[in-house]
């Protein structure tokens, strides 16, 4: 099946332009050790090449595809691209158009691509989209062709496409406008052929726009030269335009033309061309063989369907085989092509949603870690602050009364009463020493015992000098309280009374505790000497109160009025 000598002409160069883009990158290969796949890729390339020439399709398409799949293994794209353009051609020769342009948008996704392979792509979208009568898309396509080639030639073969799409949306004026622009080019000197269609195209429009002796002109001089130049193919055109233009003046004329047109289409068997004449036979005569006319278009038309019918389902099959999905893909030709694009995306959405679960468990296992390798280090610290406070307190508290017991033990007469009264009592205050440390560092209660256990520990802070005084204890739902929270708060307030203890030199202590909400407020005040806001920072003691309450998000204020005591507030969300 043949197509216009534009497109062959266009295509011939494209062809010729990549083939030596191919051969001079198959040269630099052979100097670089390629592999087994490029030269196999290389060698189907070529023979589907020569299929093309030849004219059978199905065989080009077959070794074109071979080609594209092992040049996709050597992610070689511009091998690929090519052949994509090529199986796109010989789709397209054959009629399916769908199956071209989706081959030919394939190829454009490369954004890599050169300005010849993107000029040959649009422009065959173009041929597919007029060939489908989708004409602004076609418009559209011809005019990207255009944008991308800086070849002269090549701009006015695709003007003079935008011009005949112009044609067929019967838009003539502006059909007439790129014509005789094209016609002032020095370039159709060089090429009778492309001169010739330019004439008839431009004879046409001004036929259609009632110009009518100088379209007879333009259209008799173009078959004129056609005929000159053996341009047989270009003739069948010309003398269809002639047909319709004596259809109304002289049906005579106008039935020789369409004779003419029918007996040259048929000799070069072009299928469409040969429909159109007999089309314009069958409305335009009245004699008996008008019956033939029908019969032969009847069977015309119904053996081009089966012919490009055929062709389009084996260039699936032979698609689908390559991909080694014959079963599958069989299957899925049936289905509309509404359902292959919600399969399409229903695929696109399940690889997101795999890659953001994969992300997901990738940070979820990276935090994991760690937190596990901070909890990890925050416990070795503490427990390091923690044996290094028991160590300090152990020096501090008991070392110095284990040492002066011991002298006292060594030096006094322990058989008087006093000297035993006085040893028992100093071993007394070192084994409340020891269970005060031993209180500090045990665990918490953090159950239905926490309040009886947190009173328990501030009463051992009461002293016959010393009086410690809660309010509210027992109206704070501590159920509803976290255990973390319930530590911090325990250990909070152990700390301030171990402060209290060691500094304040006070007589009275009051704990005020409040619910309001969803917080808790606890306020400390004792009648001490207080602290300045520099005593605050040095104490190692007050500091870790603050990091505390901060942990658990709570917020602490410290009131550093020295002569009025000293004074604690903090708020914990429940």
């Given amino acids: 099946m043949m197509r216009s000598p534009v497109f062959i002409f266009l295509f011939s160069i494209f062809i010729y332009s990549c083939q030596n883009d191919l051969k001079k990158e198959s040269a630099s290969n052979k100097e670089n050790n390629i592999s087994k796949n490029a030269i196999q890729a290389r060698e189907l390339l070529d023979t589907g090449d020569k299929f093309l020439a030849l004219q059978k399709f199905d065989s080009a398409f077959h070794y074109h595809n071979r080609s594209k799949i092992l040049y996709e293994l050597e992610k070689d794209s511009a091998s690929v691209t090519y052949n994509l353009i090529q199986m796109a051609h010989s789709q397209q020769t054959s009629g399916d158009y769908v199956g071209s342009e989706k081959n030919l948008i394939e190829a454009l996704s490369f954004t890599e691509l050169n300005s010849t392979y993107k000029s040959a792509a649009y422009n065959l979208l173009g041929i597919s989209s007029k060939e489908l009568f989708n004409y602004e898309d076609a418009l559209y396509y011809y005019n990207k062709a255009k944008t991308e080639t800086n070849d002269s030639i090549g701009r006015i073969t695709f003007e003079n496409n935008i011009a005949t799409v112009y044609i067929k949306m019967k838009k003539y004026d502006s059909s007439i406008k790129i014509l005789e622009s094209i016609l002032k080019s020095s370039y159709l000197n060089t090429n009778n052929k492309r001169k010739a269609r330019v004439l008839d195209n431009l004879g046409y429009c001004y036929f259609k726009t009632k110009r009518n002796s100088e379209g007879l002109q333009l259209m008799t001089k173009s078959l004129f030269i056609r005929k000159s130049n053996t341009d047989f193919y270009g003739s069948i055109e010309s003398n269809l335009h002639l047909a319709e233009y004596y259809q109304g003046i002289n049906p005579k004329y106008a039935k020789t033309y369409a004779k003419e047109a029918y007996i040259t289409a048929t000799k070069l068997n072009s299928i469409d061309e040969r429909l159109r004449s007999l089309s314009f036979l069958i409305s335009n005569n009245s004699e008996k063989s008008t019956t033939n006319y029908a019969l032969d278009y009847i069977r015309l038309n119904d053996s081009i369907i089966k012919v490009r019918n055929n062709a ?198 009051v704990l005020t505790l409040k619910q309001n909400g969803n917080k808790l407020q606890i306020d400390y005040t004792d009648n001490g000497v207080g602290a300045t806001l520099e005593q605050l920072n040095s104490k190692n003691g007050l500091q870790n109160i603050e990091n505390r309450i901060e942990a658990i998000k709570g917020i602490i204020t410290f009131d550093t009025k020295s002569s009025k005591g000293f004074k604690v507030q903090f708020i914990i969300p429940i």
């Fill in 312 to 509: 389009r389902d084996q260039f699936i099959k032979i698609k689908y085989d390559s991909d080694q999905n014959r079963e599958e893909n069989l299957n899925l030709k049936t289905q509309k092509a509404e359902n292959a694009l919600l399969l399409e995306q229903q695929k696109n959405r399940n690889l997101l949603l795999y890659l953001a679960v994969g992300i997901i468990i990738m940070i979820s296992v990276f935090v994991y870690n760690y937190l596990v390798a901070k909890n990890k280090r925050e416990k070795i610290k503490t427990s390091y602050n923690t044996e290094i406070r028991i160590a300090k307190k152990l020096h501090d508290e008991l070392a110095n009364d284990v040492y002066h017991t011991m002298a006292f033990a060594e030096t006094q007469d322990l058989s008087t009463t006093q000297n035993k009264e006085i040893l028992l009592t100093n071993l007394d205050t070192i084994y409340s020493r020891t269970r005060n440390i031993s209180r500090e560092n045990s665990t918490i209660e953090t159950g239905t015992l926490f309040v009886s256990h947190l009173k328990e520990m501030m009463s051992g802070f009461i002293t016959d000098k010393v009086n410690v005084l809660t309010n509210g204890m027992d109206s704070i739902d501590w159920l509803t309280l976290e255990s973390n929270k319930k530590i911090i708060i325990y250990r909070v307030i152990q700390e301030l009374l171990v402060n209290m203890k060691k500094h304040s030199q006070c007589s009275l202590v």
